[in-house]
């Protein structure tokens, strides 16, 4: 019995390594009017940065200029960030964005529909989900500027290769 078991283990392959875990898709009307943002939309084009904050947050508003930094820096490099304003009102989360002159994408989440499909505990919640629209990293509470550089860096498209020039005859 033992040698059976012996040769049974080696001739089952190795387990592969666990894939990071799926993204559920989202859909959240968008505080500017301007439509619906739809995670599905950014499978296979972008990396998303789902930040959950919420207007009376201390830290949320402590960390928003760094927020908006860091969706300035990677903003058309196939990083895409929104923010999903939690437990707010309409009018309450849009003052937080306008005092904290974001600029965004941001939608709403009042009765945290969105927010518990991610496992949210409490704001901020920050995740980021790759192109693959896997979950790379979860962020309960602060997430400054520096981590979320150090975590977006290696997911930025890299650049087109550039052609070399043709030889001149």
Not at 46 to 56: C, E, G
Request: glycine share 6%; hydrophobic share 40%.
């Amino acid at each position: 019995m033992r040698r059976l078991l012996i040769v049974l283990a080696l001739l089952l392959p190795a387990a592969p390594a666990a894939a990071a875990p799926s993204a559920p898709a989202f859909t959240v009307t968008l505080l500017d009017g301007s439509g619906h943002f739809d995670s599905r939309a950014h499978i296979g084009k972008d990396t998303l940065v789902v930040r959950f904050q919420a207007s009376w947050c201390k830290v949320c508003n402590e960390e928003a200029a760094g927020l908006e930094r860091v969706y300035q820096k990677y903003r058309g490099r196939g990083i895409e960030l929104i923010s999903v304003q939690v437990q707010d009102t309409e009018a309450d989360a849009r003052s937080f964005l306008k005092a904290n002159k974001a600029t965004y994408p941001a939608g709403l989440d009042p009765r945290l529909k969105v927010a518990n499909r991610f496992g949210f505990r409490g704001t901020p919640y920050t995740v980021v989900i790759n192109r693959r629209g896997e979950i790379v990293a979860k962020i309960h509470g602060r997430s400054d500027e520096a981590r979320l550089t150090r975590i977006l860096d290696p997911l930025v498209k890299p650049p087109a290769p550039r052609r070399a020039p043709a030889p001149s005859r």
